[in-house]
């Protein structure tokens, strides 16, 4: 049985990159979307114990972190600065080309709502119920939000092949 | 689900999202890397609670054994059945049947 030290590496390793991209959908930098996943991470792995849903605790942990980072940003008025500077740390793995690209754009077009759902099933590995326990709702919501999701991703991606 | 739908799902599933940066597995290991474990945690509140347990013990058979030990001690200075100046007066006086 692996040690913690190892073992939160392991957890930080299989859910990482999801969590990252998870993160990036409320917040602008992809400096943030890490502060938020670290933040996020800390606080799960101090809690873990007292739940019994660690992937959807671990994903909720995040978002709260992520939601408070975003609202502190907006306070700050740090928004308009660091846009000025764009972030070339794009949330795909950068060989991935113009699908990726054009898989970001289409997300961004989404409600948030179906947004998170979409990262927590397609990238995060996550069983509806899972997700309804992170976000609170009922597992066939959070089917249903995934469904809309990926019939309005299919026709935001065909724009984005034809235009590009 | 469709099919459409499930091509899609694994097309999508194939990229992949950007590594975290090595600058965040440091951050995060010196905030939990070292930090005590929750079995840790647990044991330590095992043995404070233990600790308060025992006290406890302890503080009630404490209690239980004063009132024993204090009934068989009679409090001083001890007023009752200490002959008085006049007390033998009295007692000759309540011999005498005229008294009231």
Known sequence: MPDDGQLWRQWLARHGPALGLFARQWVTTSSDAEDAVQEGFIRFWRARERTNNDVGYLYACVRTAAIDLSRTRSRQQEVDERAKTPDVARPFAEEQGDLAHAVESSLSQLPMEQREVVVMKIWGGLTFAQIGDALKINPNTAASRYRYALERLEVLLCHEVMRD | ?100
Do not use: K
Not at chain 2, 3 to 18: F, K, N
Not at chain 2, 63 to 73: D, I, K, M, T
């Open chain 2, 1 to 100: 689900m469709t099919d459409r739908g499930q091509q899609l799902e694994q097309r999508l599933a194939r990229i992949r999202p950007r590594p975290l940066s090595a600058e965040l597995h440091q951050n995060i290991t010196d905030a939990i890397g070292d930090a005590p474990s929750p079995l840790a945690d647990r044991c330590l509140l095992f043995a404070i609670g233990s600790g308060l347990a025992a006290a406890c013990v302890i503080v009630s058979i404490l209690f239980l054994q004063y009132p024993r030990a204090g009934g068989s001690v009679r409090p001083w200075p001890v007023t009752s059945g200490v002959p008085h100046f006049s007390d033998d007066q009295i007692a000759l006086a309540q011999i005498d049947p005229r008294f009231p």
